[in-house]
């Protein structure tokens, strides 16, 4: 009888981080992020990494830390 594992999501966050967007993947240091120029870039990025990696999750984060808009790949 074969069992069907199931890959954990992985999760992108894409927020602001000295002065500069960035994104984190969730459950790794805080200190290992990409970091863009502009918001676009940075949503761009986590949306090919989440693609690369499903199934994922990005949300895509306001200056104030709320939540803006969220992507799910399966």
Excluded: L, N
């Excluded at 984190?24 to 986590?46: L, V």
């Excluded at 499903?54 to 984060?61: A, E, L, T």
């Amino acid at each position: 009888m074969a069992t069907t594992q199931q890959r954990q999501r992985t999760t992108f966050h894409v927020v602001t981080h000295d002065g500069k967007w960035v994104v984190r993947r969730e459950h790794r240091p805080a200190g290992e992020y990409d970091a863009f120029e502009t918001k676009d870039e940075a949503i761009a990025r986590a949306q090919a990494e989440a693609q690369r990696e499903m199934p994922s999750h990005v949300k895509v984060h306001h200056t104030d830390g709320s939540i803006e808009k969220e992507f799910s790949y399966s």
